[in-house]
């Protein structure tokens, strides 16, 4: 299958709040732009016990990739993420909407934090997946296939599934980490168009071509046959 690496990387720490909501959807308090290295809390659901509750504090990561060398309808697609360190988070994947400026020419900010958008209409490319300290395979789903197969750029927002993408209130501290020095890499595959029709007859009245059965030809004129 074809890979695509990854054109820019970084991850935002948020504001710590005794309100779980209010951690979730303020700006950020520190962006790196650019990440390097292991970085063991790359995704984290924090929690402090403490007067009033407890401090909530959300981690997340955001991944660019130039798609503009993807031609067709993608099928399938997963995003290949090398862990290190902790894998007490399990992680989901959204649309990271303008981080990086959308396009991949700005540089991660503080107040991109919430390119997730939520608390308001998130969207999802990926179900819940556990992590590994390994290589994490994270399957996409038609939404993120759909982008892929439309657009120029694309924007991944990887955050904790289960507390921060899943809205249930952590009551201890869960993260995972990234190997960022490990070039992350999106794999995907695209639908073959096949040939639709052979001097203007459409395929399905086609058995035969210059005699031999279509079925046994791979290719006509450098297009697959089937």
């Keep these: 299958m074809p890979t695509l690496n990854v054109n820019r990387t970084g991850y935002i720490r948020g504001t710590g709040s005794t309100n779980f909501t209010t951690a979730r959807t303020s700006n950020g308090t520190i962006a790196?732009?650019?990440?390097?290295?292991?970085?063991?809390?790359?995704?984290?659901?924090?929690?402090?016990s403490g007067r009033g509750g407890g401090t909530y504090l959300f981690q997340r990561t955001y991944l660019y990739f130039d798609i503009t060398g993807i031609h067709g309808t993608v099928t399938s697609a997963t995003l290949k993420i090398t862990g290190?360190?902790?894998?007490?988070?399990?992680?989901?994947?959204?649309?990271?909407?303008?981080a990086f400026g959308g396009d991949g020419n700005t540089a991660l900010s503080t107040s991109m934090f919430n390119e997730v958008d939520i608390g308001g209409s998130p969207v999802l490319f990926s179900g819940q997946t556990s992590w590994s300290t390994s290589l994490n395979s994270i399957t996409l789903n038609s939404?993120?296939?759909?982008?892929?197969?439309?657009?120029?750029?694309?924007?991944?927002?990887?955050?904790?599934?289960?507390?921060?993408?899943?809205?249930?209130?952590?009551?201890?501290?869960?993260?995972?980490?990234?190997?960022?020095?490990?070039?992350?890499?999106?794999?995907?595959?695209?639908?073959s168009a096949g040939i639709t029709s052979v001097n203007t007859i459409a395929r399905a009245n086609i058995s035969?071509?210059?005699?031999?059965?279509?079925?046994?030809?791979?290719?006509?004129?450098?297009?697959?046959?089937n």
């Excluded at 007490?88 to 303008?98: A, E, M």
């Design 208 to 225: 035969r071509f210059n005699d031999i059965g279509l079925a046994s030809i791979d290719q006509i004129n450098g297009i697959d046959a």
């Design 143 to 191: 939404t993120a296939l759909t982008a892929l197969s439309s657009g120029d750029d694309i924007v991944f927002g990887i955050l904790n599934g289960t507390h921060d993408g899943g809205a249930s209130a952590q009551t201890s501290t869960v993260q995972a980490g990234i190997a960022f020095g490990t070039t992350i890499q999106l794999e995907y595959a695209i639908a």
């Design 84 to 98: 290190v360190n902790q894998n007490s988070s399990n992680v989901v994947v959204l649309d990271g909407n303008n």
């Design 32 to 48: 790196v732009d650019g990440a390097a290295g292991n970085v063991s809390n790359a995704i984290m659901a924090f929690f402090s």
